[in-house]
């Protein structure tokens, strides 16, 4: 009997050359994270070249800034950022700002490796969240984060998105 092959699972940090496929990744997976919350004509909007072009500026962050990608067996399936904190009643310095994860990759272990790699274990920060996401909401308070009262309500995608936060 042998043993099926283990897939190859990186995560480095995001370069420029990433861009094309962190933009097919970040929209594919904005289709699975909130088709639940946005209309279908809304999300058929989102342009993976767009997000494409934003990954070029975000991949050229200082190093206050700490953007990675999750590769398994060579192609991007997830990615995740944070720095400084843009909230002007930030509860703390620094921000998580996204960490998506193609849905097929959930439950492996991969989402806990981009976590890892954007935040020092013992960090202080906070991150905003769909309030109707649960999953990513037991993601965090796996990760010692606790919602903190605070939520607001984004324009996303020609809708609005009610966000709540966490804090750590």
């Not at 904005?30 to 999300?43: G, M, P, R």
């Amino acid at each position: 009997m042998s043993a099926e092959a283990q897939p190859e699972i990186i995560v480095r940090p995001v370069r420029d050359a990433d861009a094309e496929a962190l933009g097919r990744v970040h929209a594919q997976s904005w289709h699975e994270t909130y088709d639940h919350l946005i209309s279908k004509a809304a999300l058929e909007r989102i342009s993976p070249k767009r997000l494409a072009e934003l990954w070029v500026n975000w991949a050229r962050q200082g190093e206050d800034f700490k953007m990675s990608a999750a590769l398994v067996d060579g192609e991007i399936v997830g990615f995740v950022g944070s720095g400084p904190a843009r909230d002007k009643d930030a509860p703390s310095l620094r921000e998580l700002y996204f960490i998506y994860l193609l849905d097929a990759w959930h439950g492996t272990g991969i989402g806990q490796k981009l976590f890892d790699a954007a935040v020092d274990k013992d960090e202080s920060l906070y991150l905003w969240v769909a309030e109707d996401n649960p999953r990513a909401h037991r993601f965090y308070e796996r990760n010692g984060f606790t919602l903190d009262g605070a939520a607001h309500t984004e324009p996303f995608l020609g809708e609005t998105l009610t966000e709540v936060r966490f804090v750590r």
